[in-house]
Structures are given as structure tokens and as C-alpha cells.
């Protein structure tokens, strides 16, 4: 029997600047039957074309934006200060160099054959629903992307719905 009730996408209580900012969040997606994570610190939610929406942001070197580009659905699990150690592996360790999600000690879990981790506190199931390239010549405050670019390494934002809330 699963630990988390779902609830609507309005009824989160956390403050997402916290949740995603402070906690940080494991972006999760699968291919072949392979599950892949990172950790990030970069997105948000609202809503966008009449739906409760994420957006996160991938860098192209990341080896999950090969796993979120493999399919339509992907989750983010945010997991909080107690889980900090397992949370900075995660998101300095590549999955194509080992087996990070086994050697973090989380635990795998699935909701509608979308990955997450049965750690979390808070998981958002996500369906995408665009995808964009960031582009040099469409930033209007050019700081930002020679402080955040300087290796030309330009995110993909995807902007995903979100299909349901698991909270425990």
C-alpha cells in the first residue's frame, strides 16, 4: 500500500521558491526500461494553455535529457535537507558512468509506469507538452547568459503537465 495520497496540483501547500530552490528536486525518466535522475534546482510551476504546468531546465551534456527526450513522461520528487547527501550525488555523478539511483540507497518506485522516488515528500507526475532550446540571441538581459553560459552550453527548457500530485 502506497505511503502517498494524491492530491490536486492547487493544493500544494510547500512554497515552490523552496521546494525547488532550497530542497532541490530529482528530474526522472526512463528508457528502455532504464531510469535515470539528476538533480536540479532550475524550473518552476504555474499554469500555461489552461493546465497546471513544470518547466525545468536540462543542460545538453546531462545524460536524463537523453532519457527525458526518450519518452512523453518524466516525475520530480522533492525530497528535503534530510536527503541532502543522497541529492548532491545525485546530481554530480553521471548515470552513464555507473549505477547512481542503486548506489544512492533511494528506492525506485513507479505511479503510472512514470519513475520517482519513494523518499519524496512531494512527487509531480508530468506529461511533456513543449520543449525549447535556449537561444543566445533571445536573451534580453545578455548577463545572464554570459554568467550562466560561458561554455555555450544552452538549456533545454520543457514545459510538462502536470498529471498528478503524490504527497506523504
Known amino acids: 500500500m502506497s505511503k502517498f495520497q494524491k492530491i490536486k496540483p492547487e493544493a500544494i501547500q510547500q512554497n515552490p521558491f523552496v521546494l525547488i530552490n532550497q530542497d532541490w528536486m530529482l528530474v526522472t525518466a526512463e528508457k528502455s526500461g532504464k531510469a535515470n535522475t539528476m538533480t536540479a534546482s532550475?524550473?518552476?510551476v504555474g499554469i500555461l494553455w489552461g493546465k497546471p504546468v513544470a518547466f525545468i531546465f536540462i543542460r545538453p551534456q546531462r545524460?536524463?535529457?537523453e532519457f527525458l527526450e526518450a519518452g512523453d513522461k518524466f516525475s520530480l520528487s522533492i525530497l528535503g535537507e534530510a536527503y541532502r547527501k543522497q541529492?548532491?550525488?545525485l546530481g554530480s555523478v553521471s548515470g552513464r558512468d555507473?549505477?547512481?539511483i542503486t548506489k544512492s540507497g533511494l528506492t525506485l518506485a513507479h505511479e503510472d509506469n512514470i519513475p520517482y522516488f519513494d523518499e519524496a515528500?512531494?512527487?509531480?507526475?508530468?506529461r511533456k507538452l513543449?520543449?525549447?532550446?535556449l537561444k543566445p540571441e533571445c536573451f534580453i538581459d545578455e548577463s545572464c547568459a554570459s554568467k550562466w553560459y560561458p561554455a555555450k552550453d544552452y538549456h533545454t527548457m520543457y514545459v510538462?503537465?502536470?498529471l498528478e500530485v503524490l504527497e506523504q
Open 42 to 44: 532550475w524550473g518552476g
Open 160 to 162: 510538462a503537465e502536470i
Open 98 to 100: 555507473e549505477d547512481k
Open 87 to 89: 541529492l548532491s550525488y
Open 130 to 133: 513543449y520543449a525549447q532550446d
Open 63 to 65: 545524460y536524463t535529457k
Open 121 to 126: 515528500h512531494l512527487v509531480l507526475t508530468c
